[in-house]
């Protein structure tokens, strides 16, 4: 057995001398790694900046003695904006209503151009209108304004968003919660605490399940704010040094504040919810600041797991971690026992809106994120805390979504399989601002998938015509007296092909005037109009209205062969309702930055398309659809006294269904058809139309009343002739905008002279007399009340 050799004298020198360099230059790495760490933490922490994506409101709902409002929808609006009903109203955020008056404390919100403070208001009513408004003192309030709905926000690609929220926002229960919860040694360790590690580890041991972590709120926070999600050793080691590097430079309230505002709270598709701010938006729908006792309890309750204790998905297991918190808050005397008991016999109190609570409006907001990427850089809108504030009607767009929800589902139930399962889109505007209020992008108003609204680009059909009408006005070669021939034609294309259009109804109508060819969509009369007045005249009204490229030159965009989105169809009906006066649509009033200083805004522009006369007449002539033609469905579904305007439009082989109508106040256009452009069986008439009629028929709004242009005026003309003539004569008889002085042709069988007492006399002949162009009256004539004098 060999003996163990010892060491000389000098080889033990060396062995020492070498664990000394390995020791020393293990603390010089030691020494480099912590001064990194605490530079890196310093210089990140002192000038710590989140990125603050942009935030989108809704427009806010102003309030006046008058408003078409019942108390029962304002208290429904003030519960959608997370204010609570309760007694007293003693607190912002916070509602009583009693018989025909409700009383709100609002909350404070900074506008673009003032910073509302926090106020009481009483609001009176009168059956569905407001009555009046009063402050405390019982002086009368002429107008106020509620703090808008936050509809969404426009995040960067890695989905962080959050709400930063300032020491004085944040409830002093939710700081004593996390810190009996999480972190009870908070106040006294320097960001590590060895003996939570060791008790963490002995609990979740003898329970057989986590019930608490051994990590301090510091080394959460410092995991959250500057490390990534790998588990190693070396990530833990320097996790637990810049705990203590934090701790070292900085105060404790700064480090509570930092992780209020940074820690992960839950998901909401993309989008990853950071900081209690937003998470008491995403789970309840209103401020931090507003949160009771089993509210912020399950928040802290979600700490320890976002997605385990997914209030939303798994209800059970968030109560039960949730009344754990109260135990414990009770046991280390934050609250009293009995408010404990209280607060565990809660419900959990999530908003019902989840998959909403991220954008309530996708379709919308998409639209809102297009038009800011016009003026500003992505950086900007995802990171630097803008808040825009944007022309969406909250109440408008969800009578939109029932509104086309509804039909679609009317047609699922229908006879025509080839209208079930339909998808479609409504674009809602105000053509004196040229505002869009409203935006839907498909069947599920609330899936932020695939917007048909913008990105869905189909052929119009008949919504062209009043384009060719239009040019046809601007010739001054003809007026809707004309006479144009609705007769068939066969059109060579540059292919060598032959085009041959039809009518819907397979028939030749002969000789009929402008009115009649527009309101009763006639294909043939349309194309000769057409054809006539030159193709180039017709592409140029699609720029005019507003679409920033014409159209092809094809003959067939006589018939409606332009594929548009719903919106750009908005854009020209908008101008056309705004009586010839183009504004480009927005979506955006103002934004303002970080600190409250307003950017540059969308300047409201308005460009004549048109000559007024003009586009007055065509007007005039889109009333007549609704009166006679192939709208005229819809006037039962409409207030009778309501004058609308508007176009059919039906594309080659029924695939596609649309309506393009306006009010004096709101624009509509709907859409219909399926994603795979299969065929639809219907017509604007039999689908479009009628989720246009249950919005407008739905909607506050008022007639179509445009100023007459002191170059025209009214005269009484024959709807099927276009014979001046008496409103006496028949029930035909219709009054349209001519040029002062223009000569038209008279009735000889019934003059505009003619009195009530001689038609009378004269009724018998009337039906069966043949005007110069040799076309009779049909006998189902209707009459047409609105124009009668």
């Known amino acids: 057995m060999a003996k163990r050799r010892k060491l000389s004298s000098k080889s033990r020198q060396k062995l020492q001398r070498g664990f000394a360099i390995i020791a020393l230059l293990a603390l010089l790495a030691a020494i480099i790694l912590v001064a990194v760490l605490d530079r890196r933490v310093t210089q990140q922490f002192e000038g710590r900046r989140w990125t603050l994506p942009a935030r989108v409101y809704a427009q806010p709902l102003e309030l006046y003695a008058g408003q ?40 404070e919100f900074r506008f673009s151009d003032e910073t509302q403070s926090a106020q009481k208001l009483h609001v009176g009513f009168d059956g569905e209108t407001i009555s009046a408004l009063a402050d405390p003192n019982g002086g009368d309030v002429p107008v106020f304004r509620l703090d808008p709905l936050l509809i969404g926000s426009i995040f960067p690609i890695h989905g962080e968003d959050r709400i930063i929220v300032s020491p004085a926002e944040v409830p002093p229960l939710l700081r004593e919660a996390l810190k009996a919860v999480e972190d009870r040694k908070f106040e006294s360790h320097h960001g590590v605490n060895p003996l939570a590690i060791l008790r963490a580890l002995f609990v979740n041991v003898r329970a057989g399940q986590v019930e608490q972590g051994g990590s301090t709120l510091t080394q959460q926070l410092v995991k959250s704010y500057f490390l990534d999600s790998r588990r190693t050793l070396r990530r833990k080691g320097e996790e637990a040094i810049m705990a203590i590097i934090l701790e070292s430079r900085f105060e404790k309230a700064d480090i509570m504040n930092a992780y209020i505002n940074e820690i992960y709270l839950g998901q909401d598709g993309r989008r990853a919810v950071h900081g209690f701010g937003l998470a008491s938006q995403f789970y309840f729908g209103k401020p931090l600041a507003e949160l009771n006792l089993p509210e912020v309890a399950l928040m802290v309750a979600i700490v320890r797991g976002p997605s385990y204790y997914d209030p939303r998905r798994q209800p059970e297991r968030a109560r039960e971690r949730r009344n754990l918190v109260l135990k414990v808050l009770a046991e280390q005397g934050v609250v009293k026992p009995e408010e404990a008991e209280r607060a565990m016999k809660a419900p959990l109190g999530i908003t019902d809106n989840a998959g909403r609570s991220a954008n309530y409006f996708p379709a919308f907001l998409d639209l809102v994120r297009r038009r800011l990427r016009e003026d500003y850089q992505e950086q900007a809108l995802t990171e630097t805390g803008l808040t825009v504030f944007s022309t969406l009607d909250p109440l408008l767009q ?8 509804d039909e679609l589902a009317r047609q699922d139930e229908g006879g025509r399989k080839a209208a079930h399962g339909l998808e479609g889109a409504m674009v809602v505007t105000t053509p004196q601002t040229g505002e869009v209020v409203a935006v839907v992008g498909g069947r599920r108003a609330s899936f932020d998938g695939f917007n048909r609204a913008l990105d869905m680009k189909r052929p119009i059909g008949s919504l062209a015509k009043p384009m060719v009408y239009l040019a046809a006005l601007q010739s001054g070669r003809y007026t809707p007296a004309s006479v144009v021939m609705d007769e068939p034609i066969e059109y060579e294309l540059e292919s060598g092909d032959v085009w041959k259009p039809n009518n819907y109804d397979k028939k030749v109508h002969g000789p009929v005037t402008l009115l009649r060819g527009l309101t009763q969509s006639y294909n043939l009369a349309t194309v000769n109009l057409g054809l006539d007045v030159g193709l180039g005249p017709v592409v140029k009204t699609y720029v005019q209205l507003g679409l920033d ?8 965009i006589l018939l409606g062969t332009a594929q548009l989105n719903p919106v750009e169809v908005a854009q020209m009906y908008n101008t056309l309702a705004n009586g010839g006066f183009r504004s480009p ?57 309501l004058v609308v305007a508007g176009k059919t439009g039906t594309s080659n082989d029924y695939r596609d269904s649309w309506f393009a109508g306006f009010s004096g106040g709101h624009v ?25 009629t249950r919005l407008m028929g739905s909607i506050s709004t008022t007639s179509f009343d445009p100023l007459m242009p002191e170059a025209v005026e009214d005269r009484w003309i024959e709807f099927y002739s276009g014979l001046e003539t008496s409103p006496y004569c028949s029930g035909s008889a219709v009054r349209m905008p001519f040029e002062l002085g223009a000569v038209l042709n008279p009735n000889p069988a019934c003059p505009p002279s003619t009195t009530s007492e001689e038609a009378a006399l004269m009724q018998p002949l009337l039906r069966s007399a043949p005007n110069v162009e040799g076309v009779t009256m049909p006998a189902d004539a209707a009459p047409y009340s609105s124009n009668r004098p």
Do not use: C
């Open 549 to 556: 490229e014409a159209p092809p030159k094809y003959a067939s």
């Open 585 to 641: 649509l927005r979506a955006v009033r103002a934004v303002i930055d970080e600190q409250g200083k307003a950017l540059k805004a969308p300047e409201l522009e308005v460009a004549e398309a048109a000559p007024a006369e003009v586009v007055y007449t065509l007007n005039r002539m889109l009333i007549e659809v609704f009166e006679r033609g192939t709208a005229r469905p819809a006037r039962k579904g409409l207030p009778p006294d």
């Open 398 to 405: 969800e009578k939109a979504e029932i509104a086309l929800s």
């Open 668 to 692: 509509i256009v709907v859409w219909m058809g399926h994603d795979d452009n299969a065929t639809t069986g219907l017509t604007g008439t039999t689908g479009a139309l009628q989720a246009w």
């Open 68 to 107: 078409s409002l019942s108390s029962a929808r304002f208290a429904q609006e003030l519960e959608r904006l997370g204010y609570i009903p309760r007694t007293p109203v003693d607190r912002p955020g916070t509602f009583r209503r009693k018989g025909d008056s409700v009383d709100v404390y609002v909350r």
